[in-house]
């Protein structure tokens, strides 16, 4: 695995496992908890998100040219998926567990169909494109990353 893919894709994989503790809560119907694994999860999806959005994609777009493309594909799903993280977290907070499992169960579903995207299409085209500025981007999306 490339560097960028590589980085990235290790950070999704944090990001699934603060948002399995959060399941975990929920499945304890402890709302204390829950709610508290959720906002860690969603700091780390933001972080993530911010990393993508401020840093590699303009990297990505300046040096290939492409805006309209993948890019602007995946700040879409971002939004998207701001709202149901915003959605999940006002359930825990009503202690609507019901509520909150169909908001995760949508979640989960555009999480896995978009982390595919960026791991199998978008990160290694990055890494093909910013081969020679792939350690300074590392440093900087690893201190993005590194916020949450």
């Known amino acids: 695995m490339t560097a960028i893919r590589s980085l990235m894709t290790e950070d999704h994989r944090h990001c699934d496992d603060l948002f399995a503790d959060a399941e975990l809560a929920v499945g ?3 709302s204390q908890a829950a709610k508290a694994c959720f906002e860690h999860f969603q700091q780390a999806m933001l972080a993530h998100f911010d ?3 401020k840093t ?9 040219g492409m805006s309209m493309g993948p890019t602007q594909v995946m700040r879409m799903e971002h939004a998207q998926i701001r709202v149901l993280m915003d959605e999940a977290l006002q359930a825990l907070v009503l202690n609507q567990f ?5 908001y995760a169960d949508t979640l989960v ?3 896995q169909q978009h982390n595919m995207k960026e791991e199998n299409m978008l990160y290694p085209m990055c890494d093909q494109h910013l081969s020679g500025e792939t350690p300074e981007l590392l440093a900087r999306l690893e201190t993005e990353l590194n916020v949450a």
Do not use: V
């Not at 590699?56 to 290939?64: C, Y």
């Not at 019901?98 to 169909?102: N, P, S, T």
């Open 98 to 102: 019901d509520d909150y499992l169909g």
């Open 109 to 111: 579903i555009m999480m």
């Open 28 to 30: 304890k119907k402890d």
């Open 56 to 64: 590699l994609f303009p990297t990505f777009e300046a040096k290939t």
């Open 51 to 53: 990393a993508e959005e």
